[in-house]
């Protein structure tokens, strides 16, 4: 192991606050409920993959019996459809193939089909087409009674009701209880074995619907523990070992939270510089520092530790691809968006360097991903062959799936079933809201900056009017008097340049020289605003962004959360006591966002303040130095200095710099809305690059060749 590596880890295993050989609090250890399954065999699936339909023949005296209906039999029909919902003829607008491991109905497009139940949730239905049932997806078909009279629709749907197409009526099946409610609980029950419809939600993808239905991972990693580390591969299991790692142990305490493994850290993403390759193409380089506050054990040992390596932006997206498989149940800062083009140049790379610093700040503040082996490797490999070495073993572990939910350690009994899914709908509402109102509030910081800046712009404009009016010289374009420089001699400007037609005069000297500098106060005035709109506004600004769209980053930790609840309403006891476990990772993660919004808005309104003190103490510094020009003593003596120099700003009076280049803006963030610019302007632009374009200026491509 190289010594920057082994000086990390001790680093962080001696910090204080570290548990040790801590016995698990509930090790859930059910048993995989046995369901049993008519019809094929369902496929399991990971969600990684892409289903694309289900196709199934189903019996129907085994799954659907259609009640014998006869003039005697009016009041008990009525009874047992009251709740179930009406079924309609419709027909197929669009062609859909259908996988028949996963349950839908492939069909052409204008083939009848009856529509048992319109609303199965996530953009299904449940459709009859001949003597074969399964799903449809609900924009795929139109009901055919729109297309038909009053009189016909009525015909059709009671004969649809009644009795099957192609079916003789003295061979309908005899009347049978029928269970209230809708298909879907008896039809993912019974045919998808409890599974979801969507095969993309995070449910599915981050294995806590397999954890809850089957808990298989318990029993493999059990055996995997009792197994020698050699004889686990790295296809076969997501991590090298899982003898007692104490990385791979997520624990849970009492709020539910998590219970933080290390102590906090620093981290610095610093010194981006443009690497050249002589067989490769150029890349930015960055310095990654880690800082430590180690407790002294002897007085001259060091208090704080610092290891800096050196990483790519593609080192970076293998650690956050690693942490996705390795973490599912947490939520994770989304990376920054690739660059293809103007990759090196200065104020692109400083902010891809900021935002690589917000993103590993953020990162190393979850308790779980501080402690995760890959950030550990990531934040002490020195070396580029240890790199190639080990990093491609971590991308090629699979997804862990139930494993997260596996290893997970919390309370026994710790969560009421309806406060947690009170808890969920009060967090969803309140992310929702937090996060229009953070748009808003970016929205107007920056506003905020436009007009810092343009008041930077007012008081320069300013000082150039004060200089033009003591200097008696226009100002370019902006309304000055068409005044003669030879005129200066003839009552503009006395013998000594002062504002005066009077020669000797020394008290318009004074106020000449004394109006002047406060014309040079007011340009360092106009620059402090500019500045500050372009630096420290800008950083407050990018952790604005940084806070913003909580709803949608944690939209699927609350997907999972209200899946997970509908799973645990009238289950048995294994699968209630592994939806507890999911339960709390949600509720776990819903603390997390709780303090680090504590913590983010406390920075973010400390810093504000503070810039807003220390920008106005400097105006007000520069203020107060010209106020003093007017003093008496310093008036008088400006008056017995010589003659007036002239201002290092006169020379721009003929052509002010008043405008200046457009503020930068934060790199946008990863769930902010892109608007698309239209096709014909991309062509426009093309066509205008090859041919020339003299609205712009811009020559021929062509041309120049030729």
């Known amino acids: 192991m190289a010594p920057v590596r082994e000086q990390f880890l001790t680093s962080i295993f001696t910090l204080p606050g570290i548990p040790r050989n801590k016995s698990p609090i509930n090790p859930t250890a059910p048993q995989p409920p046995t369901v049993a399954l008519s019809g094929p065999s369902y496929l399991s699936d990971s969600g990684l993959k892409v289903p694309a339909a289900w196709t199934f023949g189903l019996d129907q005296e085994d799954y659907l019996h259609e009640p014998e209906l006869s003039l005697s039999d009016d009041d008990e029909r009525e009874h047992v459809h009251e709740d179930e919902e009406e079924e309609k003829p419709a027909r197929t607008l669009y062609k859909f193939e259908g996988k028949s491991e996963l349950r839908e109905l492939s069909l052409a497009a204008g083939q009848d089909i009856t529509v048992m139940k319109e609303d199965m949730s996530e953009g299904w239905s449940l459709v009859r087409h001949k003597e074969t049932i399964g799903l449809f997806p609900r924009s795929y078909y139109t009901f055919t009674s729109s297309f038909s009279s009053p009189k016909a629709q009525k015909a059709v749907m009671s004969v649809e009701s009644s009795t099957p197409r192609n079916s003789v009526a003295g061979d309908l099946h005899p009347l049978e209880p029928q269970s209230t409610g809708s298909y879907v609980p008896n039809f993912r029950s019974s045919v998808l074995g409890g599974r979801s419809i969507n095969r993309f939600s995070n449910f599915v993808t981050s294995g806590a619907e397999e954890w809850v239905l089957n808990g298989k991972a318990q029993d493999e990693i059990r055996s995997l523990q009792r197994a020698d580390p050699g004889d686990v591969g790295m296809a076969s299991a997501p991590t090298e070992s899982f003898n007692q790692k104490a990385a791979d142990r997520h624990y849970i305490d009492e709020g539910p939270s998590w219970e933080s493994k290390v102590p906090a850290f620093r981290v610095l993403v610093h010194s981006p510089s443009k690497r050249s390759p002589p067989l490769g193409s150029p890349y930015t380089i960055y310095q990654v520092t880690s800082m430590f506050s180690v407790p002294r054990h002897n007085p001259g040992s060091p208090a704080n530790i610092r290891i800096t390596v050196e990483r790519r932006f593609t080192h970076f997206v293998s650690l956050h691809t690693a942490l996705l498989r390795r973490l599912p149940g947490i939520v994770l800062p989304p990376l920054p968006a690739k660059q293809y ?101 970016r929205d107007v910081f920056g506003r905020i900056r436009l007009g810092r800046a343009d008041e930077g712009s007012t008081q320069r404009l300013l000082s150039y009017s004060i200089l033009s009016l003591i200097t008696a010289t226009p100002l370019g374009s902006h309304g000055a008097a068409n005044l003669d420089v030879t005129e200066r001699g003839r009552g503009l400007l006395n013998n000594q340049n002062a504002w005066c037609w009077k020669d000797d005069c020394e008290e318009c000297l004074s106020l000449t020289k004394a109006m002047q500098r406060t014309a040079e106060h007011l340009q360092t005035i106009a620059d402090l605003h500019d500045n500050n709109a372009r630096s420290k506004q800008l950083s407050i600004h990018e952790m604005l962004k940084d806070v913003a769209h909580p709803e949608s980053l944690y939209q699927p930790v609350l997907e999972t959360h209200r899946q997970t609840i509908e799973r645990c309403l009238d289950a048995d006891e294994d699968i209630a006591a592994r939806c507890e476990t999911v339960l709390n990772t949600t509720l776990a993660e819903f603390e997390t966002y709780h303090t680090q919004r504590i913590e983010d808005f406390r920075d973010l309104t400390i810093d504000h303040l503070d810039n807003e003190i220390e920008f106005h103490t400097q105006v007000l510094s520069r203020l107060k130095a010209a106020r003093s020009l007017f003093s008496p003593e310093q008036y008088s003596a400006l008056g017995k200095g010589g003659p007036r120099q002239p201002s290092m700003y006169e020379r721009d009076l003929a052509n002010p710099k008043i405008t200046r280049p457009p503020l930068p803006q934060p790199t946008p963030h990863a769930y902010d809305a892109v608007h698309s610019r239209p096709v014909s302007a991309v062509l426009q632009e093309g066509v205008g690059l090859l041919m020339g374009s003299p609205a712009t200026g811009r020559t021929s491509v062509l041309g120049r060749f030729w």
């Not at 979850?366 to 950030?375: C, G, I, K, M, Q």
């Not at 934040?379 to 799936?401: F, K």
């Open 341 to 441: 083009t103007g990759r090196f140049k200065e104020d692109f790379v400083e902010a891809r360097r900021g935002d690589l610093h917000r993103y590993l700040s953020r990162l190393i503040r979850h308790p779980l991903a501080r402690h995760a082996e890959v950030l550990t490797f990531f934040l002490s490999c020195d070396t580029e062959a240890e790199w190639r070495r080990v990093m491609p073993g971590h991308l090629s572990m699979p997804p862990v799936g139930p494993w997260f939910y596996a290893r997970v350690f919390h309370p026994s009994f710790n969560i009421n079933v309806e406060d947690a899914q009170d808890a969920g709908e009060r967090f969803a509402r309140h992310v929702e809201a937090n996060g229009k109102g953070i748009q808003l509030l």
